[in-house]
């Protein structure tokens, strides 16, 4: 399975954005799906899970803030990022949690005024 994410760009302090995964295979079978960001010279740090049952996750500086969802039949991965803070500003990919699939792309966010 191949990841590919979509919907980053650059955008105001409070602004949103709606980021897209799809992936090459069926994501049925993997029971959690996560994004993930990664700054500049750090590891990626898991964003919000989801498992199949829809059960999410958040890290503390997610919450309330960001969503996630997943469409098994399109095997895709959402995330909508509401409020964002300069400190959002990152890299953002999609994985299963552990994340032992190849990292896609990803796509940069980055939060400035």
């Known amino acids: 399975v191949q990841f590919a994410e979509s919907g980053g760009g650059l955008v105001q302090p409070g602004g949103s954005l709606r980021l897209s995964c799809v992936a090459s295979g069926s994501i049925r079978s993997l029971y959690s799906m996560a994004w993930y960001r990664q700054a500049p010279g750090k590891q990626h740090n898991l964003v919000a899970s989801i498992t199949n049952a829809g059960t999410a996750y958040y890290a503390q500086d997610a919450k309330g803030r960001f969503s996630i969802s997943r469409d098994n039949a399109r095997n895709a991965v959402y995330l909508q990022m509401n409020s964002l803070k300069v400190e959002d500003t990152a890299a953002y990919y999609c994985?299963?949690?552990?994340?032992?699939?190849?990292w896609g792309q990803g796509t940069q966010v980055t939060v400035s005024s």
């Open positions: 994985n299963s949690v552990p994340s032992n699939l190849p």
